[in-house]
Structures are given as C-alpha cells and as structure tokens.
C-alpha cells in the first residue's frame, strides 16, 4: 500500500507547490518589489534541479500525487522541460501542473507538454496592453495572449487564467475577464488580494470582496451562477458554473480561513525552505540537511516529521511577512 503523509488535523497532504526560481521577468505590484527580490542573489542557494527533484522523489514516495511548478516566473529558469521529464518518471506522480505569467509560453509550451505538464493557471490581470504593462511594470500583454493560444493549440488542459481584482485598477475588467474566459473555453478564477510580503500587505488598500465580483458577474451574464464543487483540482476557489454553458468561474478569497480545513498542499521554496502555510511562518530548512549528505529514509523521515508543524489555520493579519522567505514570489501563490 502507498504511504500517504497525514498532518495533526488529519489532511492527506498529497500536493506540492515547488518554486524553481524567485526571480521573474515581471514586476507585479501585489507581488514582487520593483528591484526584484535578490537582485545580486547567490546562485549556490538555489537548489539544482536534481537537488529539487531528490525532495519531490521523496514527497512522490510519501504519497504526493501531484505537483505545481511555479515560481517566480517558473519559464525564465532554463531547461524546465528537461527537470518536468526528469520528475514526470517518478513512479505514483500522478500530476505535473504549471503556474506561469505566460510571457515565454509561445515558445516553451510544447516542449513542457511533451515533457509531462498536462495543466496552466495563467495570469491575466487586464486584456489592455497599456494597463497590463502598468500593472506587471513592464510585461507585454500580445506574448502572453499568443503564449495562451500555443498552450491552448498544444492541448494543455485544462487552462485556468487567475487575475488579480484589485479596486481602481482593474476592477472595471471583470466582465471582459469572463467574456473572454468564454471566448476561450477556459476557467477564469479571481483573486483578492492577499496581505503576503511587503508587497502583498501594501495592496490591501486596493482590496475587492469575492462577493462583490459574484454579484458582478451573475448581472453580466444575466443567469444564475450554480456552485460546482468537488472537483480535485480546486484547491480554495469557490467555483460556478454560468448557468446554460459549460463555462466554469471561480473566486479566491484566502484571508476568509474558509479553505483551510481542507488544506492538502505544502510549498518548497526555490532554495529549499519546505512552508507549511501561505499565511504562517512554519518552516523547515531542507537544504541544508541535503547538502550535508543525508540519506533517502532521513529526508522522507524529515518531511514527515515536518508535517506535525503544519498549523491548523493561516494568520493573515499576524506579522509574518517580514520574514525572509515570506514573499508571494518565493512562495509561488
Ligand atoms: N509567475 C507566475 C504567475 O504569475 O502566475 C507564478 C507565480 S505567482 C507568485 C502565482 C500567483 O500568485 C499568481 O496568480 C499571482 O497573481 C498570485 N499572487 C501573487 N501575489 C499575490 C497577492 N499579494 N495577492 C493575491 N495573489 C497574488
Ligand atoms: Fe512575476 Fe507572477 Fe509575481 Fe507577477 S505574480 S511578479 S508574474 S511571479
């Protein structure tokens, strides 16, 4: 029988959110201080993909079945598609799921489809070029619609686009949002935003409620939203379907706590800080232990240990977000 990682609340823990990198090409202001994060980081404190893919071997073999890449922008680390194949033979990984800001996806998404990602979230915070660029501090909104189209044409499945509603910047898009969701037969998930890393807790000022953007939207489409749940996948979006179509939206509101009794997931920092919480500062440092020569059974033995710190609930309003690896881009969303 496959062993499976249980916390002190009794969740299976079966999904691993890993950063392969901190460093993005673009500048989100909820997200990512101007200068990025390490502007001089040292690259030895980034672990190597085999370091990486040692840790998932470990979780895989614990019971994870599914993986999300993410980062940073998961696509300015090289030779992703080479680590995704190198991960994907793991033997009880059922799952290889991308997070991206799609900017290099064009280029990238067959090879990462062949090498074994099967799903994007993507983020699409405005469908105008001008505000687009304004918002990412400098991204380019035609490669990261092109980038949807080849994920698209190339068969990942299924795309989910997140945008970011954020009062006064963008929350005049929502209804463009879902018509263009539609357009393409994809999801459209909305987040508020969260209180993580200086940048984060900078934005809340800009907060807009999930509800508002439900009642927003249920006037747009003029039918009712019917709640659709249970689907593996959904993680702490409450989603919809648009009554009549097949068209799934979904809002994420992480500072209610409503998710957290169903939590499964645990992240890996890029520089091997395995975070028990988006919104705790329970941590536990494995790189150090890897560098230091421990054995296959000591690092499943670690993770597992690991496990009993996972805390109950997040914290948003308490003060973890000074804490070095607390910034949404180390944590990877
Ligand atoms: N670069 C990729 C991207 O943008 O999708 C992956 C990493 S990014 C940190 C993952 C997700 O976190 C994105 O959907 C982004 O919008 C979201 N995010 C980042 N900071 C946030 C914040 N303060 N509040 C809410 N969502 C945030
Ligand atoms: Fe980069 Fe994604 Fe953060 Fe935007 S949200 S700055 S694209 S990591």
């Known amino acids: 029988m496959r062993k499976s990682l249980i916390d002190p609340f009794n969740r299976t823990i079966d999904y691993v959110r890993v950063s392969v990198t901190d460093k993005c090409n673009y500048r989100c202001g909820y997200c990512m201080p101007e200068q990025g994060v390490h502007p001089d980081g040292v690259h030895s404190e980034y672990l190597s993909y085999d370091e990486l893919a040692r840790i998932i071997k470990a979780f895989v073999d614990l ?96 795309i989910k686009f997140n945008m970011v509603v954020m009062k006064g910047t963008n929350d005049d898009e929502i209804e463009a949002m879902v018509d263009y969701g539609i357009q393409k037969g994809v999801e459209v998930r909305f987040i508020e935003t969260m209180p993580i890393g200086p940048a984060g807790v900078g934005m809340m000022e800009q907060h807009y409620p999930a509800d508002k953007i439900l009642a927003r939207i249920k006037k747009h489409v003029g039918v009712d939203l019917i709640p659709s749940t249970g689907k593996s996948h959904d993680g702490p979006a409450r989603n919809f379907i648009i009554a009549g179509t097949d068209t799934r939206i979904g809002v994420i509101s992480a500072v209610s706590q409503h998710f957290c009794a169903t939590c499964n997931r645990v992240r890996l920092t890029a520089k091997g800080i395995l975070a028990l919480c988006l919104g705790q500062a329970d941590s536990v440092d494995l790189r150090t232990p890897l560098r230091n020569g421990i054995t296959d059974e000591a690092l499943q033995q670690l993770i597992v240990d690991a496990m009993l710190k996972k805390p109950e609930k997040h914290f948003f309003n308490e003060n973890v977000h000074n804490i070095e690896f607390r910034q949404m881009v180390q944590l990877g969303g």
């Open 63 to 158: 019971g994870v079945a599914k993986i999300r890449i993410t980062g940073g922008e998961p696509l300015v680390r090289k030779n992703l598609a080479g680590f995704v194949a190198q991960i994907k033979a793991f033997d009880g990984l059922e799952d290889i799921a991308l997070s991206t800001n799609a900017h290099y996806l064009e280029r990238e998404a067959e090879a990462l489809t062949l090498a074994g990602v099967t799903r994007a979230n993507i983020s699409i915070d405005s469908l105008r070029p001008a505000r687009f660029k304004n918002i990412t501090r400098g991204g380019d909104l035609e490669k990261v619609l092109a980038g949807v189209d080849k994920a698209l044409e190339v068969g990942m499945k299924p």
